[in-house]
């Protein structure tokens, strides 16, 4: 393992499970009306907490919904400003005057919402998922109201929430004005939430958060924000689900697992598959790509890109699989290609693959270099280096020897680093560490 990279030190016991516990969790997506890998992290968090005896109510957007849904204790009635076919709203309107009336409404909505489950609930701790793009002040809502919160980070949301919309409101109010008059947004908040019966705080309660990586963490810290004494808890893989497959006579079966879009460098994966398959005669391999997009334009530009390389008998377009369909998929390729363009929160499906019995070559930037270590846990190439990428492929080729000990050495890894129950026993404990002033807690 390399020396820069911590992993968490969970040992080999089951921690004292905590007293039941009645928590609302809160995201702005929430499976099966998702979009990448963190929604599903809160999911499996939510599914594992019920199975350990806690009460857990899910509040989330209505991305997605088009009816009336019966779900048990899922609540997708917060507006979000994704755009069209996210909210009802769809989507904060441009203009100075539109698009104030377009988030003092769904400001309004989103308060009104919070504080109608709370009360109806009244959980002992609120845990906070990803509040962008249905706005911040959900955090401080359960701040003002003096309930416990707790945060999962698993990307650069926390980073950046003082950009939020509503808090940037001004900007679009005085233009030309970097910064807004400092008495605009607070005044406006006041006037309108006191109208509302809401209260407003323009702070967030950083005292119990928990990153999925390092990387995010650091560059919280680096952003200002307090978060010093916050818990690094990376993902953790239910081996049950995803176990380790035999071992195969050739690797010639390539995968990759993610959203299907730019920054996931998927042009980079077809690069190399040409390198491999027209220069290098490796006629039988195939690449499988597996994820749903939000950008059905890209999607048609790969598979023109797939066309133009003499690829259509290697490449294989399978679309959103289904959770549960995952672990099979697994099983049927040898290699993971992970070639995200960008600096990755931590990056589920290396720890899927890995638990699975492939070996996983890619970028390793962000939170994905401290799973995925180079000639221990996997191969690492350059972002967009598509010749590296596919130099990785003919060694893992010729070299079975070395194929195998990637494949152990990654499978040992998410055993003893990265496996589910460790990181349910963590999340139990780090959240009954938010309700030391449960006593204090009161409804206004």
């Excluded at 099966?32 to 890998?37: A, D, K, N, S, V």
């Excluded at 919160?149 to 030309?176: M, N």
């Excluded at 950008?295 to 699989?321: D, I, Q, T």
């Excluded at 990056?347 to 939170?367: F, Q």
Aim: hydrophobic letters at 40%; one cysteine or more.
């Amino acid at each position: 393992m390399a020396e820069s990279v911590e992993w968490p030190n969970r040992g080999k016991t089951v921690a004292p499970r905590s007293k039941r516990m009645r928590i609302l969790v809160v995201s702005n997506l929430y499976p099966p009306r998702h979009i990448g890998g963190y929604e599903i992290c809160c999911k499996e968090a939510v599914d594992g907490l019920r199975k350990r005896g806690h009460e857990v109510w899910v509040l989330t957007s209505d991305y997605g919904v088009r009816g009336p849904e019966k779900e048990t204790n899922i609540y997708r009635v917060l507006a979000i400003d994704l755009g069209p076919g996210g909210s009802h709203f769809g989507g904060i309107p441009t203009g100075a005057l539109a698009r104030t009336v377009g988030l003092l409404r769904k400001e309004v909505r989103n308060f009104r919402a919070f504080r109608r489950i709370a009360k109806a609930f009244r959980p002992d701790v609120v845990y906070l998922w990803n509040l962008t793009h249905i706005s911040v002040s959900v955090g401080m809502q359960a701040a003002n109201m003096g309930l416990p919160t707790c945060y999962y980070v698993g990307d650069l949301w926390l980073s950046k929430w003082r950009s939020d919309s509503w808090l940037s409101l001004g900007a679009g109010i005085f233009p030309g004005v970097h910064s807004p008059p400092s008495w605009f947004v607070p005044g406006l908040a006041r006037m309108v939430f006191k109208g509302s019966g809401l209260g407003y705080t323009r702070s967030l309660d950083l005292r119990h958060v928990q990153f999925v990586s390092h990387y995010l963490k650091n560059e919280t810290l680096k952003a200002g924000e307090p978060v010093s004494r916050a818990e690094v808890l990376h993902w953790g893989v239910d081996l049950e689900m995803f176990t380790f497959k035999p071992e195969t006579d050739a690797p010639l079966r390539l995968l990759f697992v993610g959203q299907v879009v730019p920054h996931k460098g998927l042009d980079t994966a077809l690069e190399a598959l040409r390198i491999l398959v027209h220069d290098n005669k490796c006629h039988s391999l195939g690449l499988t790509i597996a994820g749903g997009s939000v950008y059905p334009l890209y999607v048609s530009e790969l598979r023109a890109k797939v066309v133009s390389l003499g690829l259509e008998g290697n490449v294989e377009f399978v679309g959103a699989v289904p959770r549960e369909r995952l672990p099979q998929l697994y099983r049927e390729h040898d290699i993971l290609l992970f070639p995200s363009l960008i600096d990755e929160g931590l990056g589920m499906s290396i720890l899927e693959a890995m638990a699975s019995g492939l070996v996983v070559l890619g970028t390793a930037s962000g939170g994905s270099g401290e799973t995925l270590i180079h000639e221990r846990t996997g191969l690492v190439f350059p972002k967009e280096d598509a010749s590296t990428c596919a130099a990785h492929v003919l060694h893992l080729m010729k070299d079975r020897s070395l194929y195998e000990s990637l494949r152990q050495s990654g499978r040992r890894a998410v055993e003893n680093y990265f496996e589910m129950g460790r990181l349910m026993d963590d999340l139990e404990r780090s959240l009954q560490s938010a309700l030391v002033d449960r006593d204090a807690i009161g409804f206004r």
